[in-house]
């Protein structure tokens, strides 16, 4: 059972947008910044998102974030093929004086 | 090019030990505090331990609490994780993970840079 909580799924079109959420609690969301992660099949993890809503240097602005009290959301629009991953959301939880992550979404591209 | 390199992994017995390492490159090692973050087909990927750029605060996460211990030496680039009493739950592929520059307070926490991960497998 994931600290941070993310449905399994999401299905779209290429070319469509998709949305994926990551819910906590304020010990981690709500007291701090929130990164998102690219797993490809069959590699590691890549960070896409940092400090809630920001991209490293050579990810294109298709993907955006954002955070709303002990919630935040991954946006990819425009979806290509190529975007078909696994996606995770991760923080750091002060009351378990951990780092946690969410479940993990799988994208599928229709 | 940034590069971090595991090592260590493989087939152990239940209550065995290991020592995985990870060696890195491109990227001044003593100025970034370091994660190890492992990854089953089932569980996702779970965080296991963090320590500071100079050893001075270390975490883990609690089902590894007093079993693993986190290390590193900044004089060679290098990160360990000596793994004892491993358990069959133990089997996954762990990654050596390097924490963003804002890493260690103020709420900043993202994981910029992962290694390709070393295999461990727990079986008898």
């Known amino acids: 059972q994931s600290v941070l909580t993310q449905s399994p799924s999401v299905f779209a079109a290429p070319g469509q947008k998709v949305s994926i959420s990551c819910s906590g609690r304020?010990?981690?969301?709500?007291?701090?910044?929130v990164a998102w992660y690219q797993q490809l099949p069959g590699t590691a993890p890549k960070l896409l998102i940092y400090d809630n809503d920001k991209r490293p240097s050579g990810i294109p602005d298709r993907f955006s974030g954002s955070k709303s009290g002990t919630s935040a959301t991954l946006g990819i629009t425009g979806l290509q093929t190529g975007d078909e991953a696994d996606y995770y959301c991760?923080?750091?939880?002060?009351?378990?004086?951990?780092?946690?992550f969410g479940g993990g979404t799988k994208v599928t591209v229709l | 090019e940034v590069q971090l390199v595991e090592s260590g992994g493989g087939l152990v017995q239940p209550g065995g030990s290991l020592r995985l390492s990870c060696v890195v490159s491109g990227f001044t090692f003593s100025h970034f505090s370091m994660n190890w973050v492992r990854q089953t087909p089932g569980r996702g990927l779970e965080w296991l331990s963090y320590i500071g750029s100079r050893s001075d605060v270390i975490y883990y996460e609690d089902s590894v609490k007093g079993r693993f211990t986190i290390s590193r030496d900044n004089a060679k680039n290098s990160l360990y994780l000596q793994m004892n009493s491993l358990r069959a739950e133990d089997t996954a592929l762990y990654y050596c993970?390097?924490?963003?520059?804002?890493?260690?307070?103020?709420?900043?926490?993202?994981?910029?840079?992962w290694g390709q991960g070393t295999a461990v497998t727990v079986s008898s």
């Open positions: 991760g923080t750091w939880d002060d009351y378990l004086a951990a780092g946690v």
């Open positions: 304020d010990s981690n969301i709500g007291n701090n910044y």
């Open positions: 993970v390097r924490c963003g520059v804002k890493c260690g307070g103020g709420g900043y926490y993202d994981l910029d840079v």
